[in-house]
């Protein structure tokens, strides 16, 4: 029998933690005055501006180049970048063929039917720069070129055809110019495990409100076993009737997890897993269990002081009645502060996560609490938010003691922390005359981007991971801007200027003890090819 596994008990486990007690994590320097001689400040602490950087090169599509990466060995004040040759896979997909008649071994022969090749990956050369593209082909001959951006990929292979399943292959690295060849095949029919079954609403009625789709995983890595197949039609006379095919992998493995979703990730069905033996299939059909009708969720949603949130963002997510998932459409408070959200039933031992995302503009912090709901208790009366903590600081120009006026101050969220969501993001506050700033922010992990009002002046970062606290306001000590160096070249390609194609330049660097990368200044060149950038020095 399928045995259903309760996946969202794990995405959601230590949710009720909801804020942490240790103080916040501050940014190890804050001027390059606390730094040695021809050293900058930097957000991991004080370091070589000239050393630890990276660039970024993204041509014009047009002209057949993704981005590209490179270390850089020695930085000059003019700094030409000549791009290699666009990298590209090479591959050639053929499928195994089963013809007993003709040979005792299945033939492998070119697959000319529509495929889509996805990458999904990161730079090899600047830490949590991902990358992820997706490539639509068909061919004639089984033989495809696939132009990427540099980096390591995992490569799936997804036929139009979903009595194929998708080809997984990782740890795909390619550098900028290069081209690396990929044999790929698909497996024979005959090796592939086929599944029949049916899935069900309960008391032997399908579901026929909604389209629901179905997908075997792997059990312990949930890559995907076979392609994402329709289960319902959404429509009146919806059998809940599923073949899959399954990779060759599938029959080593004593057991698949099936996944029952529906397409419409709002829809007010609910997504459960069922584990199924690999030796017995399925004999009985599937269950999303009875979960009843659909209900309107109200509330409302008010600041410490009483005052209604507008604009924040509210949902519900978790185990409801019959053993599915749910996570629920995510709607906006009214001017009153008020909300209306359909859901699901949850049951009484297992409550709902009610989570609330005030715009970045309000006092009132992110909030999630436990909530059981059902049709006839769907009420849940105000929602009061703690404030969010009120984060001062102030900016010094780059001989450390005259106010950087106007300069902008941005708030990026880039981790949550202590079981909470990602912050909004959009914080962000401008200096006045005395260089002072004020950004109201919730606990998680912030990078804080300086921009000066002075063009000749670089751009500054620093890293800061708030927690609760009793005291909802932090004073930073002052921040020092660095001095500018002005940096610039051109860009080509094969001899040929490449105008418009956009630059980044990096310091590779640790925060935290993670592998970071910081961006320290960004543009796009002219259209003669040109650029000119600000990066700090001493």
């Given at each position: ?85 666009p990298s590209a896979f090479e591959a050639t997909l053929e499928r195994f063929i089963n013809h007993a008649n003709l040979h ?113 995983l792997h059990p312990l890595t949930q890559a995907p076993l076979s392609q994402r197949v329709p289960v319902s039609s959404g ?43 690999t030796s017995e299939l399925l004999r009985e059909p599937l269950e999303l269990g009875d979960f009843g009708e659909p209900f ?243």
């Amino acid at each position: 029998m399928p045995r259903f596994v309760p996946l969202a008990l794990l995405l959601l486990a230590g949710c009720d933690a909801l804020f942490g007690t240790r103080g916040p994590v501050l940014p190890p320097c804050q001027s390059d005055a606390e730094c040695g001689p021809g050293a900058v400040c930097f957000p991991d602490g004080c370091g070589d501006p000239g050393r630890n950087l990276a660039l970024v090169v993204a041509p014009s599509l047009a002209t057949g180049h993704f981005e590209q990466d490179f270390a850089i060995k020695e930085l000059r004040s003019t700094f030409d970048v000549e791009i290699p040759a666009p990298s590209a896979f090479e591959a050639t997909l053929e499928r195994f063929i089963n013809h007993a008649n003709l040979h005792p071994e299945p033939i492998a022969l070119p697959y000319a039917s529509p495929v889509t090749f996805t990458f999904a990956g990161e730079s090899t050369v600047i830490p949590g720069l991902r990358r992820r593209q997706s490539l639509q082909r068909v061919s004639t001959d089984g033989t495809f070129r696939l132009p990427v951006a540099s980096g390591v990929y995992t490569l799936s292979v997804t036929a139009q055809d979903t009595s194929l399943p998708p080809l997984i292959l990782p740890e795909l690295e390619i550098q900028p110019g290069q081209t690396r060849d990929l044999v790929l095949h698909l497996p024979a029919s005959l090796d592939l495990l086929r599944v029949d079954g049916r899935l069900l609403q309960s008391g032997g009625v399908a579901v026929q409100a909604t389209v629901v789709e179905i997908q075997a995983l792997h059990p312990l890595t949930q890559a995907p076993l076979s392609q994402r197949v329709p289960v319902s039609s959404g429509q009146l006379g919806s059998t809940g009737d599923f073949t899959l095919y399954l990779a060759p992998e599938a029959r080593t493995l004593s057991s698949v997890l099936l996944m029952a979703t529906p397409k419409d990730g709002t829809a007010a069905v609910p997504s459960r897993a069922f584990e199924l033996s690999t030796s017995e299939l399925l004999r009985e059909p599937l269950e999303l269990g009875d979960f009843g009708e659909p209900f309107e969720v109200t509330g409302r949603v008010l600041a410490q002081d009483g005052v209604p949130v507008e604009r924040a963002v509210v949902y519900l997510e978790g185990l409801v009645k019959g053993g599915g998932t749910l996570t629920t459409e995510k709607v906006l408070t009214r001017a009153e502060g008020t909300f209306t959200v359909k859901s699901l039933a949850s049951p009484e031992d297992s409550p709902l996560r009610l989570t609330v995302l005030p715009p970045p503009d309000a006092r009132a912090a992110l909030h999630r609490r436990s909530v059981v709901v059902s049709a006839e208790d769907a009420e849940l009366g105000d929602v009061t938010c703690p404030e969010r903590i009120a984060v001062r600081g102030t900016i010094l120009r780059e001989d450390g003691t005259t106010p950087a006026a106007a300069a902008r101050v941005v708030a990026l969220p880039v981790a949550p922390v202590d079981g909470l969501p990602l912050p909004n993001p959009g914080a962000e506050a401008r200096t006045g005359d005395d260089g002072a700033w004020e950004l109201l922010l919730d606990p998680g992990s912030w990078r804080l981007d300086i921009f000066p009002a002075d063009p000749l002046l670089p751009r500054v970062s620093r890293f800061l991971t708030l927690r609760d606290q009793v005291e909802r306001s932090l004073e930073l000590t002052p921040l020092g801007l660095s001095r500018g160096r002005r940096v610039g070249g051109a860009v080509s390609a094969g001899g040929q200027r490449m105008a418009n194609a956009a630059v980044r330049f990096y310091r590779v660097t640790s925060v935290e003890g993670r592998p970071s990368a910081v961006l320290l200044a960004e543009t796009v060149a002219d259209t003669a090819g040109r650029y000119e950038v600000i990066l700090p020095t001493r």
